[in-house]
């Protein structure tokens, strides 16, 4: 199987779990899938909810067993029952996205909400398009926002770049570029294609910040690397500005490019450039992690 669902399946185990579940570890480490499901299942019923995470996440994978979103739904729901937001935001998920069950707004919206209650980013911010867009719940903007926010506090990139959008358009927020910038710059910084983007129009505009084509180059240069569907966009925007540029601006925007790409150095290196050319931001203010 993969080394993403592997990771996975260990990460919800807890120290006592392990221990539990220490026979059917020790089939899936060794390739014996079928006991090892057979076990899981066996615990699961039993109303482990490790093990009724792994059941999910095993048949919602498909890679160890045929997969089954109706038997996935099944055991998350198990354990989403018994109060996991990992299984409530998973179960949400399966109604939302699911290719083989029945979708269902409103009961991934029920699900989401369950999660986002217990603190879970990844359920707020899906919780926030849902009332963005109406999707299961009434439309509601100031619900969208308040969800976004929650998760944007915590440091997720798609609720900060979905907060950055919601200043950029005035979509129950007041149009505030300089606000956009900030958030899109927080997203930014943690490879968010789309914020990297709407930056690059930012500075190429100078919409809420001091007009840069140098640092709108070097953003778009960014968003082409991160982001396929982007590419073709950003491409246009890049080759555009590019013929503004002298030879020296563009080897600027190329070095910046390289710093601002570099792991964990985004807002170090847009900090340091902008700093320089006279600019400085606030929301720089605290280092990535």
Known sequence: MGKTLMAAVFLWMSAAACA??????????????????????????????????????????????????????????????????????????????????????????????KAAQQGSDSAQVRLGNFYSKGFGVPQNYNEAILWYGKAALKGNADAQHALGLCYTLGTGLPKNNELAIGWHAKAAAQG???????LGDAYKNG???????????SLYSIAITNNVSLKENAIVQRDSLAKQLTPTQLETSKTLTTELSKPNNFSKALKSYQEKSGQLFRFFDRPEK
């Open 20 to 113: 539990e579940l220490n026979e059917a570890q020790i089939a899936f480490k060794k390739g014996d899938y079928a006991s090892a499901v057979k076990e899981y299942s066996s615990l699961g019923n039993a109303g482990d909810i490790n093990a009724q995470l792994i059941l999910g996440a095993l048949y919602s994978k498909g890679e160890v067993v045929p997969h089954d979103d109706k038997l996935a739904a099944s055991w998350y729901q198990k354990a989403a029952t018994q109060g996991s937001s990992t299984a409530q935001y998973a179960l949400g998920k399966l109604y939302e996205e699911s290719k083989s069950l029945p979708q269902d707004y409103q009961q991934a919206a029920a699900w989401y909400l």
């Open 207 to 217: 919409a809420g910040a001091t007009k840069d084509v140098v640092l709108a180059h």
């Open 192 to 198: 968010n294609a789309d914020s990297q983007f709407l």
